[in-house]
């Protein structure tokens, strides 16, 4: 049969489907049964650790109008936010706790599989075609369990206009280069300066409207708000690694000049995302609110970082994505907790949880540390290196400035923490048991990575060689002449 | 000297880490046996910390051990040499002792096994500091005492005003942070490199301008750490922890790391034009206002807490104009005198019940012998009484900004001098003579710890107040120790005016009377006493609202930053981001389209969740297709 990195596409993929075939009642069948299947998704991606570089490949289009495969491949950055995305699918599954969970679970393995796809795609046309699939679950958990239905359709005609950005510029690629077959290939070919900025802005576009970036966020705190835990968990997470997996697999990879020209612009977003999103986070009252604007600020961060063009900071950058999805996951899940004990999310109604939960108390500590910046955890080691690489890169006043939103995350975090878990508790909230053991065993695997990754990123290291032309992007970028001539 | 990777300081490291791990992850079953396990963790440690004196000794580049590969091109490891080998032995030493005594005062707290593994980590914390070879852990060593401080001035969590000290502590310590970082960006931008070793050999040839860069970043770390001004204020409200954690963090170790970050960092200051005159400066103006404030305060923690910023203020001075050895020796003797003020003030606080008002107490002599005789031991350490260890330290101090060439900094040394001996000798005569003035029904009942847990490290530390400066006799011995770190840079050029004795001892001598004095004379005298309650209350109304109001400066600090923060925070949340991004920018955008997308209407049923299921299910049929058939 078919190649094992294949499953690791479609294990999740026809078994979501399969779920439908389970009997409509069982709940506790249907949460095993996710459990067991993305447990054995995470045991298959990191199988493919064994042969970093395998690659499997089977035509679509011959010839006209383009050449197209379905082309996948692992490498070891594909296989680093595959990882993660798979510990974070089996946290969600573990805790899930919601109406018609055998549907629910369905759509939440279909999420991973089309997620699974986009990564490990190697053909522009099969990213695309994973791109715009993955909305397509989400758009039904928001519809069916989500917080009214006006945030999922926002949610899905502002990516689908992204979709649809991103398939105009890959269809107009492969018209141009002949073929789409060119992620992670080692020559691949630039097209004229001419068409080549067009194209990228689709491409940045799609990638940009997905991360989120500034000016382009405002679908994003009603989407995770909406959304009920973990679902929040693994699209704020993981979902918005794609835009940045995207600039960095194929913004490096295909458009070295382009990315080169329009970084200014880009980082100049980054920043202003930074601090904006981290004043927006100090004001507003609901948990996931503040989650959905510190998401803001940190992915800002990581455009500042791609966009310095400088090998440590790319290495900083794989380590913060990795960290920020660890920890928003963490955080996303605890705020869920806690809105199931408490029946309320509004910071101002809380209080002294940790009291009465210590284990709550305690993961929501560690996710917040985190999540601020404590050092020796995953999100300071990542910030300290891409800030030393945009210092690095002669950026000094950007790598400055991004400072300030290190203390606002400090002053927003400890808002919501020290109101929700210290402080005398509220007379009138309910008084509920602290975290199951499965709740605790949810998060502990998150936690140990973010200590992981906070102790030792050079893990990262291996995954930020897979991000091409970085120094020669700039090198490059001088004479224009280089697309030029080898078209 | 490289060691191999099993080594003692790995081990020294390690073990308190272990401690915290085990007492965490054990803590229900431990109960009363958590505070025994963390003190002989600690106290492993300690023999740990001893039996790595010969190595030390006989290596004037230390001991080091390279770990592993942080990240490309940023290695680390442990360094043991001489300095850090100084702050070994507070941490683990004067921090043993402050663990058995807490063994004593947690006693039958709701959550004692979690302050013993706070305690435990807060150790493992101060280690990494301490032990790195390198800014990547010496930061991260910052961070990690920063939220066992955190933590441990949080601990009783029910207390607003505790947890509001604790926020203040943690967001002026990451403001320090980041100016570490900004100096790690200078750093590694200039020397390529994040190891001691490798920076201070070219420090150099660093140019000026960025030496003085990071030098200042590093200052900001330094001054929020160890709350000089104008990051001070978190350090009074701190307080609000335990008394062995004021005793262990805010007094002995942590807000020392200030201290040793700029004695570590001396190569980067010696090259940093302006850098060390800001040190100074600041560290003279924190000794001063800090015993300043130290005059008008009530809560007997709190007197010691603006005593402990002006006495950082000294250490910070002397360092600062380049006397090294001479701020490092008034570091080493103020853990030992500070600690044993405040584990005093503890046995005081236990036994009455939790009241920390000078005006309620007095006449304690005779009733708490052992903490009267140990905190007078102490008290005439710190306000320099001839022969006992403050004052070997102090004076070695402020001689040394004379003979630096520092005349005004000599004054404001002097001058704090004199506060000092009076704000001290004042909360001695309130608090231990006269007649009790407190509430009799307040007094405490023991439980089945014996007195001794709390009365032999307070007593222990009491007597190493009065001997542990005799370390620097008999001819400077402090400066011959660290000589090899400093490379007898910190040797003044040439003898001050008049020579120490002269110039110095006996200013500070008059200092000390004139300070003294004026407290008898107000406190002390039989005729004080007789009135005291009276007087007291007569006083604290008529304190002058500056100092009472702290300068104002925590209303300072929130008029420039806090107050157009939260403006800031509410224009971008209530009106740039809904009324002006999302209306104009995405809305009206979309509303344009959608009258575009009337045209393209027939074509669709509308029902886009089957759209969607359709373009999944074909997508998935020929993945399938591919997968299975071929």
Known sequence: MADSLLWVVLLPIVLGFAMFALPKAGDGIARGTGIVVSAAELLLVALQYGRVGHQVSYPWFTDSPWTAAFHFGSSQIALLFCAMLALITLAAAIVTNVQRERDFMAQMLLLEGTMMGLFLARDLLVFALFWDAMLVPVFIMLVNWGEGTAAAWRFLIYNGTAGLGLLLATAAYGILAGTTDVIGAAHAQSLAAGAAWWIFVGFAFSYAVKTPLFPFHTWMPDTYTASPAPLAAVISSVQSKSGIFGFLVIGFGLFPQEMHRWAPLLSLLGLIAMIYGALVAMWHDDAKRVLAYSSLSHLGLLFLGILSFNQLAIVGVLVYAVAHGLFNAVMFLVVGYVEQREETRAISRLGGLGINNPKLGGAMMVGSMALLGLPGLAGFAGELLILIGVWGSGQHWYAAIALIPIVLAAVYMLRVLLKVVWGPEVQDLPVRPDLAWWEIVAVAPLAAALLLFGLWPNLAAPAAHDVVNVAASVAAAAPATVSEASH | ????????????????????????????????????????????????????????????????????????????????????????????????????????????????????????????????????????????????????????????????????????????????????????????????????????????????????????????????????????????????????????????????????????????????????????????????????????????????????????????????????????????????????????????????????????????????????????????AIIGVPLFSGWVSKDAVVYQTLAHGHPVLWLLGVAAAALTAYYMSRMMWVTFAGSFRGDEHGAHAHGHVPAWVMGLPVALLGAGSVVIGWLNWPHEGFAEFLAPIFGGTDVAPAAAWGGEFLSTQIPLFIALIVGAGIAYLQYGTAGALAQAPARLEREAAAQPAFLVKLYYWNELLDALFVTPARALAALCARIIDPKLIDAVLVRDVATDAGVLGLLFRRWQSGLVRTYALTLLCGAAAIIVYIAVVR
């Open chain 2, 1 to 380: 000297m490289e060691s191999s990777v099993i080594s003692w300081p790995l081990i020294v490291w390690l073990l308190p880490i272990a401690g915290a791990v085990a007492i965490w992850a054990c803590g229900p079953l431990l109960r009363r046996f958590a505070g025994p396990l963390a003190c002989a963790v600690i106290g492993a440690a300690f023999v740990g910390t001893l039996a790595l004196w010969p190595a030390v000794a006989a290596q004037p580049a230390g001991v080091h051990v390279t770990m592993f590969t942080w990240a490309p091109g940023i290695t680390v490891g442990l360094l043991v040499d001489r300095l850090s080998f100084i702050w070994l032995t507070i941490i683990t030493g004067v921090g043993f002792l402050i663990h058995v005594y807490a063994i004593g005062y947690m006693e039958g707290d709701r959550a004692e096994a979690r302050f013993f593994a706070y305690l435990n980590f807060f150790i493992f914390a101060m280690l990494t500091l301490v032990m790195a070879d390198n800014f990547v852990f010496l930061l991260v060593g910052w961070g990690l005492v920063g939220l066992a401080s955190f933590w441990l001035i949080g601990f009783w969590i029910e207390r607003p005003i505790a947890v509001e000290a604790a926020r203040k502590a943690f967001v002026m310590n990451v403001v320090g942070d980041v100016g570490i970082m900004l100096a790690i960006f200078a750093l590694f931008a200039t020397f390529g490199s994040l190891s001691y070793a490798d920076v201070f050999a070219k420090a150099a040839q660093g140019p000026g301008p960025v030496m003085t860069l990071i030098a200042l970043g590093l200052l900001a770390g330094a001054c929020a750490k160890s709350a000089q001004l104008p990051l001070h204020t978190w350090l009074p409200d701190a307080m609000e922890g335990p008394t062995p954690v004021s005793a262990l963090i805010h007094a002995a170790t942590m807000v020392t790391a200030g201290v040793y970050l700029v004695a570590r960092c001396w190569p980067i200051y010696q090259h940093a034009p302006g850098a060390m005159e800001t040190v100074g400066v600041i560290g003279a103006l924190t000794a001063l206002a800090g015993a300043v404030l130290g005059v008008v305060q009530w809560d007997i923690k709190r007197i010691l807490a603006y005593s402990t910023m002006s006495q950082i203020g000294y250490m910070i001075m002397g360092v600062g104009v380049g006397a090294y050895s001479a701020g490092v020796l008034h570091f080493y003797t103020h853990a030992f005198f500070k600690a044993c003020l405040f584990l005093a003030s503890g046995v005081i606080i236990h036994n009455l019940a939790g009241e920390q008002d000078v005006r309620k107490m007095g006449g304690l002599a005779k009733r708490m012998p052992v903490a009267f005789w140990s905190m007078l031991a102490a008290t005439c």
